[in-house]
């Protein structure tokens, strides 16, 4: 009936919101500390913020995704906020262990951009001009594949120390902790009936810090009893959630081998 495939199509849009602001906090708070330690040898050579840089494209979505008040609208889900304290530690206290978070999601997302970004128009509908996926396009990079070799290739001029290499090594596998644990918890919120809510409404959400709205105390996601997976109704969409995850944890392989 027209009624439900219009609610299908409503939740299929808000759980791909969901997903689009926990990348938002993650590529704040990565690029915060990136421009901190934009001049640290330890980091310097993989400073490319033209190319690479995520959050000005993710205020685009936003805005088209949640309004122009978006900044007080949009999620922040517990994994989200582990992730994001995760990179400011790093950024302030151990600055030489950045490169394993850039490299893990900037070269995932390299990888598969276009992919994701044609799933997502197909499966929302969304105009071909690329608005509210403009996370996926990498305007200022001509080929993904030479870029990937130059990144590596300045990844290979940074001076560390067997014990620092190690130190790294460790941080990508926390990296890769780091998207299991938001995979999982987007994949629980996504199985929740939220039909008659708004994502900055569903359980385990808060808004965002330092939002006009009040901050309140987080809740658990109930487990225990399987809920509907709605996502059943958009398998499209969960293959955007599904592959996102894929090429950043693939990233975290190929960097520690």
């Known amino acids: 009936m027209g009624f439900s495939r219009e609610a299908g199509s409503l939740t299929c849009s808000l759980r791909f919101q969901?997903?689009?602001?926990?990348?938002?906090?993650?590529?704040?708070?990565?690029?915060?500390?990136?421009?901190?330690?934009?001049?640290?040898?330890?980091?310097?050579?993989?400073?490319?913020?033209?190319?690479?840089?995520?959050?000005?494209?993710?205020?685009?979505?936003?805005?088209?995704?949640?309004?122009?008040?978006?900044e007080d609208a949009i999620p922040y889900t517990q994994a989200t906020r582990r992730y994001v304290r995760r990179l400011h530690e790093v950024g302030r206290k151990e600055p030489e262990l950045l490169v394993a978070h850039a490299y893990t999601r900037y070269l995932g997302d390299l990888s598969g951009g276009q992919v994701l970004k044609k799933i997502a128009q197909k499966a929302l509908d969304l105009p071909s001009s690329g608005e509210g996926v403009d996370f996926f396009t990498f305007p200022n990079v001509a080929s993904a594949t030479k870029f990937k070799q130059l990144y590596r290739s300045r990844m290979n001029t940074l001076e560390m120390t067997p014990e620092v290499r190690q130190r790294v090594i460790e941080e990508a596998k926390a990296a890769f902790l780091l998207n299991i644990q938001l995979f999982e918890e987007l994949q629980?919120?996504?199985?929740?009936?939220?039909?008659?809510?708004?994502?900055?409404?569903?359980?385990?959400?808060?808004?965002?810090?330092?939002?006009?709205?009040?901050?309140?105390?987080?809740?658990?996601?109930?487990?225990?009893?399987?809920?509907?997976?709605?996502?059943?109704?958009a398998p499209l969409l969960r293959w955007v959630l599904t592959l996102s995850f894929v090429v950043a944890t693939v990233a975290v392989g190929l960097y520690v081998m």
């Open 18 to 70: 969901l997903v689009m602001a926990s990348l938002y906090h993650i590529y704040v708070a990565l690029e915060e500390e990136i421009e901190r330690n934009k001049e640290n040898p330890v980091y310097a050579p993989l400073y490319f913020p033209e190319e690479l840089h995520r959050r000005a494209a993710l205020e685009r979505d936003m805005a088209f995704w949640y309004g122009p008040r978006w």
């Open 188 to 233: 629980e919120l996504l199985g929740q009936d939220a039909e008659d809510q708004s994502p900055s409404q569903a359980p385990g959400l808060r808004r965002r810090v330092g939002s006009g709205a009040r901050d309140a105390a987080l809740t658990e996601t109930p487990r225990g009893k399987p809920q509907p997976n709605l996502l059943s109704q």
